[in-house]
């Protein structure tokens, strides 16, 4: 057998995917972001044809974004991050997801209905439930083209709670239960349109097990033929508290740490009343805030070299050992959210803004700094 290296041919390992696949999410959030950020600016007021634009653009980049993010989730082959699990009522939670995709599938063929349900209390991480249930009961949604798709939620006799999915078509039950239970290693993709749906069931499947749930095909005599996803309930309730944001004076000194042009223009754009000074990586972040006081520092997670979470890391280890007191620090990430909120524990930052930035969130932060600071002073 030839040396690849004799015959110019290349074999990319995994990793080295990886790592050209975060160059293209990198550069396309960077993108999607920039477009975001201008919408925020608006036009004269009832302008319709501009609004109704805006929100096609909106909700295609936010279609984009989750590809992406899904796309890495897979390629990345690590285990889902699972935040601290909380007590909410699984039917009204169902309920509520439902709701919203009738909402955005309105004029779409199918629908979902809940059937009624007796309160049933779960102790789960329910953002991470949320987003499963939403990424299946699209995928039925989209497949099931017409009719009803019925949901009933209930518990089961291991004491596991159980959402039941009933489709149409009892065939396409089937379907999502084998691409639930795929192996990735030995799974073949068929054309595009199956790409399209099967990216988010695989993530769904992933965020699933790390849940400690299920997902089964039905057909059972005396009840209709489905799919049965089964999420097990916590039984310790968490400890853990969430990072309690810092804050500071009334004239704010603001380091954004970006590496993207296009996004630190509109972030200045956004703090063009406060004085802002920059930094593109991790390690110039870490000097500046050496040399001089921060009200506030807003850290990018994604930079060249040194990452932002390191880079909280490295400031919070000098402040600790030269007794100087703690820079208020939020990450700003368009990663998943429990991963987000993990990260950003552990590096010891002060809370995350998640991106395309949105005004009020940036002026509710800012509004909290000097409301604190007024207290203090």
């Known amino acids: 057998m030839k040396d690849p290296m004799e015959t110019g041919e290349t074999k990319m390992t995994q990793p080295d995917m990886l790592s050209l696949f975060d160059y293209l999410c990198n550069e396309a959030r960077n993108a999607v972001h ?10 004269a007021e009832g302008d319709r044809a501009w609004r109704t634009c805006a929100d096609a653009t909106r909700s295609s980049a936010e279609r984009l974004l989750r590809v992406i993010d899904d796309m890495r989730e897979l390629l990345a082959n690590e285990p889902a991050a699972v935040q601290s699990p909380e007590d909410f009522d699984l039917p009204l939670c169902v309920g509520e997801t439902i709701e919203l995709l009738n909402l955005a599938f309105s004029g779409r063929g199918s629908r979902l209905v809940l059937e009624a349900s007796a309160p049933l209390a779960i102790r789960q991480n329910r953002p991470a439930l949320e987003q499963v249930l939403t990424r299946i009961l699209n995928a039925v949604a989209k497949l099931a083209r017409s009719g009803i798709v019925r949901i009933t939620v209930g518990g089961s006799a291991d004491g596991a709670a159980r959402v039941g999915i009933a489709p149409p078509n009892p065939d396409l039950a089937l ?3 084998d691409a639930l239970n795929a192996d990735l290693a030995h799974l073949k993709f068929g054309d595009v349109d199956e790409v399209a749906w099967m990216v988010p069931l695989l993530v769904a499947a992933r965020r699933l097990q790390a849940l400690g749930g299920t997902a089964e095909f039905v057909c059972d005599s005396g009840s209709p033929t489905g799919l049965a996803l089964f999420f097990p309930s916590e039984t310790e309730p968490s400890t853990d508290a969430p990072p309690r944001p810092d804050s500071q004076l009334n004239a704010l000194n603001i ?52 990452d932002g979470y390191r880079a909280i890391r490295a400031i919070r280890e000098w402040e ?3 007794t100087n007191a703690r820079t208020p620090i939020v990450v700003l990430s368009s990663d998943d ?15 995350f803004l998640r991106k395309p930035l949105r005004t009020t969130d940036v002026f509710d932060l800012l509004d909290r700094l000097r409301g604190a600071r007024e207290l203090t002073s």
Do not use: W, Y
């Open 34 to 43: 920039a477009s975001f950020g201008l919408m925020e600016f608006r036009p």
């Open 337 to 351: 959210l429990a991963r987000q909120a993990q990260e950003a524990a552990q590096s010891g930052c002060s809370g």
């Open 255 to 306: 380091l954004v740490a970006e590496d993207s042009d296009e996004s630190f223009a509109l972030t200045q754009l956004l703090l063009r009343n406060e004085a802002v000074e920059r930094a593109r990586t991790g390690l110039e972040a870490i000097d500046l805030v050496k040399k001089q006081r921060f009200d506030l520092v807003l850290m990018d997670v994604h930079m060249p070299g040194l």
């Open 175 to 177: 379907r999502l239960a």
């Open 320 to 322: 600790t050992r030269t």
